[in-house]
């Protein structure tokens, strides 16, 4: 079964660093694009930031632009969400998203989540 495993969460002080690991198994890793999701209570899941299928570019949501990083290893199966000065407005369950559009059809995965609080 395809299975998308998260890690890395925890709680973190503003100005602080985190990163978030997104480890895959059962797909052709290096054919699908990755992203990062977030949500925060009462809010909407919002895309944080992708990564092309063979990590030739990257896109961010403004609110993170300058702050976050995404990068992948497709040999280890695994995408990364860097994180820097980090802001209390950035606590929220981040959520791992593989995604895949062939000419016949569409294939998303996603991840369980994992929680991360910024605090003083």
């Known amino acids: 079964q395809v299975q998308l495993v998260e890690s890395g969460g925890g709680l973190v002080q503003p100005g602080g660093s985190l990163r978030l690991s997104c480890a895959a198994s059962?797909?052709?890793?290096?054919?699908?694009?990755m992203s990062w999701y977030r949500q925060a209570p009462g809010k909407e899941r919002e895309l944080v930031a992708s990564?092309?299928?063979?990590?030739?570019?990257?896109n961010y949501a403004d609110s993170v632009k300058g702050r976050f990083t995404i990068s992948r290893e497709n040999a280890k199966n695994t995408v990364y969400l860097q994180m820097n000065n980090l802001k209390p407005e950035d606590t929220a369950v981040y959520y791992c998203?593989?995604?895949?559009?062939?000419?016949?059809?569409?294939?998303?995965?996603w991840g369980q989540g994992t929680q991360v609080t910024v605090s003083s």
């Open positions: 990564i092309t299928s063979n990590g030739g570019s990257t």
């Open positions: 998203k593989a995604a895949r559009t062939t000419w016949a059809r569409r294939y998303d995965y």
């Open positions: 059962e797909i052709t890793f290096s054919f699908y694009a």
